[in-house]
């Protein structure tokens, strides 16, 4: 088993910054990609960026490009996404998933998640 922990999230105003943490633990050798995914009320959980365990390759949502950025530290097991000039519109919970590659969009390939994180945004 892999067990995530995401933390970093809050409240910020628009045009600030976020750096959310996704700590993992466990068996940390079987981890492929940690995905970032996001999830509004209402609204169905979208992928955000990926990025490979072994080799930092990463992906991202077209809207996200140049405001997100998703790197690791491998030996703290720990992957970040930094969220700058954030908006409104990214105000969601942020989870962490281990996934089986880190271009996969689709929740449905990803196997452990975080508890997610909370980030708001003000207008």
């Known amino acids: 088993q892999v067990q995530l922990v995401e933390s970093g999230g809050g409240l910020v105003q628009t045009g600030g910054s976020l750096r959310l943490s996704c700590a993992a633990s466990g068996r940390t050798f079987s981890i492929y990609a940690i995905n970032w995914f996001r999830q509004a009320p209402g609204k169905e959980r979208e992928f955000v960026a990926g990025i490979s365990w072994s080799d930092g390759n990463s992906y991202y949502v077209d809207s996200m490009k140049g405001r997100f950025t998703i790197s690791r530290d491998n030996a703290k097991n720990t992957v970040y996404l930094q969220m700058n000039s954030l908006k409104p519109e990214d105000t969601a919970v942020y989870y962490c998933?281990?996934?089986?590659?880190?271009?996969?969009?689709?929740?449905?390939?990803?196997?452990?998640w975080g508890q997610g994180t909370q980030v708001t945004v003000s207008s």
């Open positions: 998933a281990r996934c089986s590659a880190y271009y996969n969009t689709n929740p449905a390939f990803c196997t452990y």
